[in-house]
């Protein structure tokens, strides 16, 4: 003989797996830039894109950060997490050549817009290194 809590339990389980299957998948994670036509970037990624420009990040990583003497940022950035693109920004990776930016202030107050404008081009939306403001005269936006 089943106890009352049991059956309430069994009774309850396909209810509540019906309901969250309703409810359909999470909503996929907002992307930190926004592109139009492939070139064409809000303020924020045009921020991280200056900063990259002032960086000079270009000389190992590549003009359009496809690896130098340094590494394709656009492979790289297919695995590596925010938190660790960060940490490496800051601190560094002395032991493969990779200078720390911990005291680069332009770097460091604009290491989430770097991180939204090189995410861009790992995920393949932005297609272009050079990119232009969305509100650009002649842009049609």
């Given at each position: 003989m089943m106890s009352k809590l049991v059956r309430?339990?069994?009774?309850?389980?396909?209810?509540?797996?019906?309901?969250?299957?309703?409810?359909g998948p999470a909503p996929a994670q907002a992307t930190p830039y926004k592109v139009v036509d492939g070139y064409?970037?809000?303020?924020f990624t045009m921020t991280g894109f200056?900063?990259?420009?002032?960086?000079?990040?270009?000389?190992?990583?590549?003009?359009?950060?496809?690896?130098?003497?340094?590494p394709s940022l656009v492979n790289s950035l297919k695995v590596l997490s925010k938190d660790d693109f960060i940490k490496?920004?800051?601190?560094g990776r002395q032991e493969k050549g990779m200078i720390s930016f911990a005291t680069n202030t332009t770097v460091m107050t604009n290491i989430d817009a770097l991180y939204a404008y090189l995410k861009g081009r790992s995920d393949g939306a932005i297609t272009r290194a050079r990119v232009e403001p969305m509100d650009?005269?002649?842009s049609g936006s």
């Open positions: 309430l339990v069994l009774t309850a389980l396909p209810i509540a797996a019906a309901s969250v299957a309703a409810q064409k970037v809000d303020a200056r900063t990259w420009r002032a960086a000079a990040c270009d000389r190992c990583h590549g003009a359009n950060q496809e690896g130098l003497v340094g490496t920004v800051r601190d650009a005269p002649g």
